[in-house]
């Protein structure tokens, strides 16, 4: 079931234009891995590196669209600068047309994730992110 929440109930800044939340979540968990096209390898990396002392979990990147639990997928319908993030239980995808706008959706996954993300070292907690369309 598809509800409409309003982008202020969730922890995201800037707010997004528009943010669907969806039922379930996404976990990362030690098997995931990530696929990214060319324009977005910076951004995976990006976040492999701020993922991986928190987390502990290898995450290694794959070249191309490749079945992932985090794949960065070129969009070029959207803007400069723009991104679509969708996450659900299956994982998270983030599409863009430019490396902007892929850094950008990885810093809305960066807020979606739980906020111990962002200490140094190894954190004890489950990796989740709410299911959602932003």
């Keep these: 079931m598809v509800h409409a929440q309003d982008p202020a109930d969730y922890p995201v800044v800037p707010r997004p234009a528009h943010l669907e939340a969806r039922t379930g979540a996404f976990t990362l968990t030690k098997d995931a891995s990530m696929s990214a096209v060319e324009a977005a390898v910076p951004a995976a990396e990006f976040l492999a590196g ?3 002392p928190a987390t502990g979990f290898a995450l290694p990147i794959s070249s191309g669209t490749a079945l992932s639990a985090v794949r960065f997928v070129s969009n070029d319908t959207l803007d400069a600068e723009g991104y679509v993030l969708t996450a659900g239980p299956e994982g998270v995808e983030i599409g863009a047309g430019d490396a902007a706008g892929f850094f950008y959706g990885v810093q809305t996954l960066r807020q979606l994730m739980p906020a111990v993300i ?17």
């Design 118 to 134: 962002e200490r140094g070292g190894a954190q004890k907690t489950t990796w989740t992110v709410p299911a959602v369309f932003i």
């Design 50 to 52: 701020v993922l991986r």
